[in-house]
C-alpha cells in the first residue's frame, strides 16, 4: 500500500515541476528583445551613381540652409559672428566631401570640381564676414544675408547649380543650389531726426528737457534708461540736433547708439554700429516756482569712437550754460550743463544698452 500511494504523489510532483518549467521558458521569451520587423535598411548609394552623387548634393543644399537661416535669425552681435563662422565652416566641409568621398559620376567631374572650388572659396568669404561682423561693419542678420547674397563666389555656384540642372545625353539633370539667395540689394534707412522709437512715460510726471547736438559723422539713437529698461528714446541724424521735451522727473542712464541703416525690428542699425554710455547718470527734477515751473535742462553732444570732439560747430538750440533749473516762461528754456561725450562716455558692450 505504501508504495501505490508514492506513485501517485511523484506523479503530482512531475506534473507541477512541468508546469513551472512552461511558465519559466515563457517568461524567458517575453524578456527575449524583438528582433527586426522589417528589412535591414538600405544602404546609400555610391557616390559614383546618379543617386548617390544626388544624395550628396541634397547633403550639401540642407546643410547650406540651415546655416544661412541661423544667420538670418541671429539676434545678437555674438550670435551673428558665431553663425557666420559655422556657415564658413559647412560650405568648407561640403566642398571636401565632394572632393574626398569617392569617385562621383565621369559625366559630372567637371561640373563637380568647379561646385567644390565655389564652395571652398565661399567658406574662405564668409570667415571674412565674420570679421567683418567682429568690427561692427555689419551688425544685423538680414545685412548679413544681403552681403552673402552678393558674395563674389555666388555668381560661380549659380552658374555651376544651373549646369548641373541641365540634362545632356550622357547624365540626367542633377538638382543643386536651391539653398543659395537670390542677390539682393543692400537696404538704407534712416530714421527722422527727433522721432520717438520708444516712449514709456505715460503717467510720469515731469518737464525736463534733454537737447542733443550729434557731432558723430553717424546717425544716433539716444536712449534714457532706469533698471536696464528704456523709458524714451530718440533719433539724431548725424550732424543734427534734437530737443526731447517732457523728461520724467528721476535719475537716469544716458546712453546712445550709432551706425548706418537702421533696423527697425531688431532696433538696431545694421552698419558700422558703435554703443556708448555717459559714465555719470543724468538727473531731472521740476519744481513750482512763482509765474511757473522751473525744471531741469540738459545739454550732451555725441561723437563716435573717430570723431573728434567738437568737429562740428555748436548748435545753438543745445548751447551749454545757463541754470540747471530754468523758468518755464515765455521764450524756452535756458539749456542746462553740458554733460558732454569725450571723457564722460565710454563704449559697452551691445548687451548692455537698456531694452
Request: a negative charge; aromatic letters at 4%; glycine letters at 12%.
Amino acid at each position: 500500500m505504501g508504495g501505490k500511494e508514492a506513485r501517485p504523489r511523484q506523479r503530482a510532483a512531475q506534473a507541477l515541476l512541468a508546469v513551472l518549467l512552461a511558465g519559466l521558458l515563457a517568461l524567458a521569451g517575453c524578456a527575449t528583445p524583438p528582433g527586426p520587423s522589417g528589412p535591414p535598411p538600405t544602404p546609400p548609394a555610391p557616390v559614383d551613381t546618379p543617386d548617390g552623387y544626388q544624395s550628396m548634393l541634397n547633403q550639401t543644399d540642407d546643410q547650406l540652409a540651415a546655416a544661412f537661416a541661423v544667420i538670418g535669425q541671429a539676434r545678437s552681435l555674438e550670435a551673428l559672428e558665431q553663425a557666420v563662422l559655422e556657415g564658413a565652416g559647412a560650405a568648407s566641409a561640403a566642398s571636401e566631401r565632394l572632393t574626398t568621398s569617392g569617385p562621383v559620376p565621369v559625366s559630372v567631374s567637371g561640373d563637380n570640381a568647379a561646385l567644390a572650388a565655389g564652395l571652398r572659396q565661399f567658406g574662405r568669404e564668409l570667415a571674412y564676414l565674420s570679421q567683418q561682423i567682429n568690427l561692427r561693419a555689419i551688425c544685423a542678420g538680414p545685412t548679413a544675408l544681403t552681403a552673402i547674397s552678393t558674395a563674389p563666389a555666388m555668381p560661380d555656384l549659380r552658374v555651376v547649380g544651373t549646369q548641373l540642372g541641365t540634362p545632356r545625353s550622357d547624365r540626367p539633370a542633377y538638382r543643386w543650389g536651391r539653398a543659395l539667395p537670390p542677390a539682393q540689394d543692400a537696404v538704407h534707412s534712416q530714421l527722422r531726426t527727433g522721432a520717438l522709437l520708444l516712449d514709456r512715460r505715460a503717467g510720469a510726471a515731469g518737464d525736463g528737457v534733454l537737447q542733443v547736438r550729434n557731432n558723430a559723422t553717424k546717425d544716433a539713437v539716444v536712449l534714457l534708461g532706469k533698471a536696464g529698461a528704456v523709458v524714451v528714446s530718440v533719433a539724431v541724424n548725424a550732424g543734427q540736433s534734437a530737443r526731447l521735451d517732457g523728461v520724467p522727473d528721476g535719475d537716469y542712464d544716458l546712453y546712445y547708439t550709432l551706425g548706418q541703416d537702421w533696423d527697425a525690428g531688431l532696433a538696431t542699425f545694421s552698419r558700422h554700429c558703435e554703443f556708448h554710455r555717459f559714465t555719470t547718470p543724468t538727473s531731472f527734477s521740476t519744481r513750482p516756482v512763482t509765474g511757473g515751473s522751473a525744471y531741469t535742462v540738459q545739454s550732451i553732444v555725441l561723437t563716435g569712437q573717430d570723431d573728434s570732439p567738437g568737429a562740428v560747430g555748436p548748435d545753438p538750440a543745445a548751447a551749454p550754460g545757463g541754470r540747471p533749473d530754468s523758468p518755464n516762461q515765455d521764450g524756452p528754456p535756458a539749456p542746462g550743463g553740458q554733460l558732454g561725450a569725450g571723457p564722460g562716455t565710454t563704449e559697452v558692450a551691445p548687451g548692455e544698452l537698456p531694452r
